[in-house]
């Protein structure tokens, strides 16, 4: 079944937020998502959707598939069972008309992926291409942009996240915090309408990450992009999600909004964890 919320219906807003959020991005839906590498099963028919528009933060351990669900996502790693839903389509599947859907053609995924943008915990830019051509690279090559369009394009970006002035230069010459900078307008310069963020600060000096956070913060309140994060800032999780799900052992193990979870979470293995990882 495709998610059952249609992509017009206005997401949930934010615990305090006096309008809901109204999208006309599409939300996300696992079913029964099986991962498996090797003998190791990373997830065990995992459940879960993300509504249109809402913000929504993976916790859980190191290693628990978190970063996988990402890849998924972008179609970097290949689905062994179910099906993942992008809006009212299946990404890794077609649907043959009779309702039965079966593996998906290069073509569906190439127009499946146009829809969702990543930014990795290591900023992964190309490191043969000056900002600009990191930037241009994606929309000429994948939207089919004019130049001049792209250019046009990655120079708001560039403004946008404040390093007009490091267009000509290559990523080697630019600090970590400026390279995230860069990676997030990359993202960006796609237009996704689905926006997957995993641990992107975590590879950042400690003076950085606040500059990177309040950038996303910005981002988040000025597009409808819906959003997928997997972060240990516990204090960036709860001020940029509308809901946070605790994710261990290949399943969802609790989920609520932010101040549910962090405050009063009801599974043990949810406050464990928030107890190691805030004793780090
Ligand atoms: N390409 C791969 N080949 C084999 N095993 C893999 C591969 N990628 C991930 N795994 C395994 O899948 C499991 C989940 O890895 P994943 O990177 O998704 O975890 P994670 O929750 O993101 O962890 P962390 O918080 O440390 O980033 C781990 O056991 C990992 O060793
Ligand atoms: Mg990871």
Redesign the pocket.
């Known amino acids: 079944m495709p998610p059952t919320e249609p992509t017009d219906t206005p997401s949930p807003s934010k615990a305090g937020d006096a309008v809901p959020r109204v999208s006309d991005a599409p939300g996300i839906r696992f079913e029964k998502v099986v991962k498996r590498?090797g003998s190791?099963v990373?997830l065990r028919e995992l459940d879960f959707t993300v509504a249109p528009g809402e913000r929504v933060t993976l916790i859980?351990p190191?290693?628990?598939?978190?970063?996988?669900i990402l890849r998924l996502l972008m179609t970097l790693e290949k689905l062994d069972d179910g099906v993942i839903w992008i809006g009212d389509r299946p990404l890794w599947h077609q649907d043959k008309g009779d309702g039965k859907l079966v593996p998906a053609g290069q073509k569906h995924l190439h127009e499946m992926r146009k829809q969702v943008g990543m930014v990795f915990q290591q900023f992964n830019l190309f490191p043969n291409m000056n900002v600009r051509r990191n930037l241009t690279e994606g929309p000429v090559r994948v939207l089919g942009l004019s130049k001049d369009e792209a250019n046009a394009r990655a120079q708001e970006l560039l403004e946008l996240v404040g390093l007009s002035d490091k267009i000509d230069d290559h990523p080697a010459r630019l600090s970590g915090g400026q390279q995230q900078r860069v990676a997030i307008a990359r993202a960006l310069a796609m237009r996704p309408k689905v926006l997957l963020l995993d641990?992107v600060t975590s590879a950042l000096d400690p003076e950085l990450v606040v500059g990177v956070q309040d950038l996303l913060r910005d981002i988040a309140r000025q597009t409808d992009v819906t959003l997928l994060c997997?972060t240990h800032e516990m204090h960036f999780a709860r001020d940029i999600s509308d809901r946070v799900l605790m994710f261990d052992q290949g399943q969802i193990v609790e989920e609520g909004p932010p101040e549910q979870i962090f405050g009063s979470p009801s599974e043990q293995r949810t406050r464990d964890f928030l107890q190691a990882v805030l004793a780090t």
Do not use: I, L, P, R
């Open positions: 590498f190791n990373v859980g190191s290693g628990s598939g978190k970063t996988t641990e997997v």
